[in-house]
């Protein structure tokens, strides 16, 4: 019965960071989002339908094949826009592919004040993962047009999941959110 915990939140929350540390406290195997939307980049421009098609395929594969395992499961991160369907979809889906092999889902949601993002933007662990992000500027840029233009944390009470635990770690270590996930879930 394999777990899926997805990380949500804004860019540069820290949810990246998290996942390492949660995945090295316990079994679970990590991928972050941008695994699956860097590749694809190489030969299609981010909002072109073919650099979907193809993120979305490598994602649902790798979290079909992990439901279906001996696995103890995985950890991803998402910015998921809550007044977007096609995100909302998105979880649902996910969600679904685990209770039709009877696993367990879980939903972390981080949120961390605006100035702290902006910190962890230019973090190495990030740059190094993130090929692109290493356009400061851009990245800044995009990081503030994202929370100006869409719903990037949930509104108090909106997910109605039993295992979801939303934390503000604007002052918490990656460490130490990694160690709540893991004792709130029993992981």
């Not at 995945?23 to 679970?28: R, S």
């Not at 991803?76 to 096609?86: G, H, I, Q, S």
């Not at 092999?101 to 962890?120: H, Q, T, W």
């Amino acid at each position: 019965m394999a777990k899926f915990i997805l990380i949500c939140g804004p860019q540069a929350v820290g949810k990246m960071t998290v996942g390492q540390e949660l995945a090295k406290i316990t079994d679970l195997k990590f991928m972050h989002n941008h695994e699956t939307i860097d590749l694809p980049l190489k030969f299609f421009n981010f909002s072109s339908e073919p650099r979907r098609k193809l993120t979305d395929l490598f994602r649902f594969s790798i979290f079909e094949e992990v439901a279906k395992s001996d696995l103890e499961g995985m950890i991803f991160t998402y910015v998921w826009l809550f007044e977007d369907d096609k995100d909302n979809e998105f979880v649902q889906k996910i969600k679904e592919i685990y209770e039709k092999e009877n696993g367990e889902f879980y939903i972390v949601e981080l949120e961390a004040d605006l100035e702290e993002r902006l910190k962890r933007n230019k973090t190495e662990n990030r740059l190094k993962n993130k090929p692109t992000k290493r356009d400061l500027e851009k990245s800044e840029k995009d990081l503030i047009k994202y929370m100006e233009k869409f719903r990037i944390n949930s509104y108090p009470g909106e997910i109605k999941e039993k295992n979801y635990l939303r934390i503000n770690n604007t002052n918490i270590s990656a460490e130490e959110v990694a160690k709540m996930i893991k004792e709130k879930f029993n992981l």
